[in-house]
C-alpha cells in the first residue's frame, strides 16, 4: 500500500515562528498536494506539485510557501506563523493521470 | 469542475446495504466521479471512481447513471467501521479535487 507519512501529528508553535510541515510517500508518485481543514470549510488546497522542483498555487496559498528537492518529500512552509493557520494539515500524493489521491494522517497545528 | 450535491446525513443499519447518493448535473464529457470518506480525525481516504461505467472493488461499487447526471455509492454490508463522512467529487484531470461538505453516514447497530 501506498503510504504518505507526515512528520507530525500534533504540533504548537508561536506567533511569528518559521514552521515546516513534512511530508514522505513512499511509492514513487509525481503528484503531491497540501490541504487544511478547517471546521465548515471543508478541505481546501493550499499548493500543489506536478513533479520535482515544480509547484502550483492552489486556492489559499497566502502566507505559506513549499519545497519539493526530491519526489518522495513535498514540504510546507509558514514562513511566519499567524494564529489564523490554525488548522488541520493533510498532504496527498497521487500518480499522474485520473487517479485517486491518498493522504497522510494529518498534522493538526495549533499557533499560539 | 462540476459541482456536486448530497445529502447532508444518512443512517445506516449495520449489515444492510448503505446507498449514498450524489447529483452531478453539469458534469463534463472528461470528467471523472470519485469517492472518498474521512473518518473522524484521520486524512480521507480513496474509495473509487468511474468515467461512465459502474465501477466495484473491495471496498464499494459505484453506479453512474446513463446520463451521468448522478451518481449512488454503494457499501455491500456496512459496518460500525463504516460511519464516516463521504464525498462526491467530479474531477477532470488533471485539475485538482475540490471536497464539499460531504454526507455524514452513522452506521447504526
Known amino acids: 500500500d501506498v503510504k504518505v507519512t507526515q512528520s507530525s501529528r500534533y504540533l504548537v508553535k508561536r506567533t511569528g515562528e518559521k514552521v515546516f510541515l513534512e511530508c514522505v510517500q513512499d511509492?514513487?508518485?509525481?503528484?503531491m498536494f497540501w490541504y487544511r481543514q478547517d471546521p465548515g470549510l471543508g478541505l481546501r488546497l493550499i499548493y500543489f506539485?506536478?513533479?520535482?522542483?515544480?509547484?502550483e498555487k492552489g486556492d489559499i496559498p497566502e502566507g505559506y510557501s513549499v519545497s519539493r528537492e526530491k519526489k518522495e518529500r513535498f514540504s510546507l512552509i509558514l514562513e511566519s506563523a499567524s494564529t489564523n493557520q490554525t488548522s488541520m494539515y493533510l498532504c496527498?500524493?497521487?500518480?499522474?493521470?485520473?487517479?485517486?489521491?491518498?493522504f497522510g494522517s494529518g498534522t493538526r497545528l495549533t499557533v499560539v | 469542475d462540476a459541482k456536486t450535491t448530497q445529502p447532508p446525513s444518512m443512517d445506516c443499519a449495520e449489515g444492510r446495504a448503505a446507498n449514498l447518493p450524489c447529483n452531478h448535473s453539469?458534469?463534463?464529457?472528461?470528467?471523472?466521479v470519485y469517492w472518498y470518506r474521512q473518518i473522524h480525525s484521520q486524512g480521507p481516504q480513496y474509495i473509487i471512481h468511474?468515467?461512465?461505467n459502474n465501477e466495484t472493488n473491495e471496498m464499494a461499487s459505484l453506479i453512474i447513471t446513463e446520463d451521468r447526471k448522478s451518481s449512488t455509492l454503494i457499501l455491500p454490508h456496512a459496518t460500525l467501521r463504516d460511519t464516516a463522512v463521504y464525498y462526491c467529487?467530479?474531477?477532470?484531470?488533471?485539475?485538482?479535487?475540490?471536497f464539499g461538505t460531504g454526507t455524514s453516514l452513522t452506521v447504526i447497530p
Open positions: 468511474g468515467l461512465k
Open positions: 467529487i467530479v474531477r477532470a484531470p488533471p485539475h485538482q479535487f475540490y
Open positions: 506539485s506536478y513533479d520535482v522542483k515544480m509547484k
Open positions: 511509492m514513487d508518485h509525481e503528484n
Open positions: 496527498a500524493s497521487s500518480l499522474a493521470g485520473p487517479y485517486g489521491y491518498t
Open positions: 453539469t458534469i463534463s464529457g472528461n470528467e471523472y
